[in-house]
């Protein structure tokens, strides 16, 4: 019976497309959104390691 319900749940939660789906036509929203995550972390380590940063006043201070 627990089985049977859980099955049913996940069955109800995803909603999702299947990857074969998607294609260059269609491109896919969750590596879309991972992308730009990863270009904005990029940007943000690179811009951090260029010589001369200071640290904003307003960073944390929980790493020396």
Known sequence: MA???RSA???VN?????SSFY?????????QS???ELKQFMG???KKNT???QKPDE???SRP
């Open 59 to 61: 960073d944390s201070q």
């Open 9 to 11: 749940a996940a069955a």
């Open 44 to 46: 943000f380590i690179k």
């Open 23 to 31: 294609s260059k036509d269609k491109p896919n929203p969750v590596l």
């Open 34 to 36: 991972l992308d730009k």
């Open 3 to 5: 089985s049977i319900l």
């Open 51 to 53: 010589k001369g940063y």
């Open 14 to 18: 995803n909603k999702g497309m299947p």
